[in-house]
């Protein structure tokens, strides 16, 4: 029913920058919570960032100070900036949206950092 939509990824130097987007299907003003996970080959997926609809923000150990979740309601779009990137940063970053009990999961965008 919700589809979601990442864009923005690519392949950036050590301390570059990228900003993902993930645009909802529906108004963004009915997801509770807006997520980042991402999954490097071979390894499992992870949550990166998650932010509800008050504001509140989560971030994984790895990321605190580099990444920064965001939401624009009026938008139906998530951003998740991401500072200072580093090699281990290269996954492929799904958003996710909770709606309700449900979960929703975007394609997926690549993201490659290396020299």
């Known amino acids: 029913q919700v589809q979601l939509v990442e864009s923005g990824g690519g392949s950036v130097q050590p301390g570059g920058s990228l900003r993902l987007s993930c645009a909802a299907s529906?108004?963004?003003?009915?997801?509770?919570?807006m997520s980042w996970f991402r999954q490097a080959p071979g390894k499992q997926r992870d949550l990166v960032a998650r932010i509800t609809s008050g504001g509140a923000t989560d971030y994984a150990d790895s990321v605190k100070g580099r990444f920064t979740i965001s939401r624009d309601n009026t938008k139906n779009t998530a951003y998740l900036q991401m500072n200072s990137l580093r090699p281990e940063d290269t996954a492929v970053y799904y958003c996710?949206?909770?709606?309700?009990?449900?979960?929703?999961w975007g394609q997926g965008t690549q993201v490659t950092v290396s020299p």
């Open positions: 996710n949206a909770a709606v309700l009990q449900f979960e929703y």
């Open positions: 529906i108004s963004l003003f009915s997801i509770y919570t």
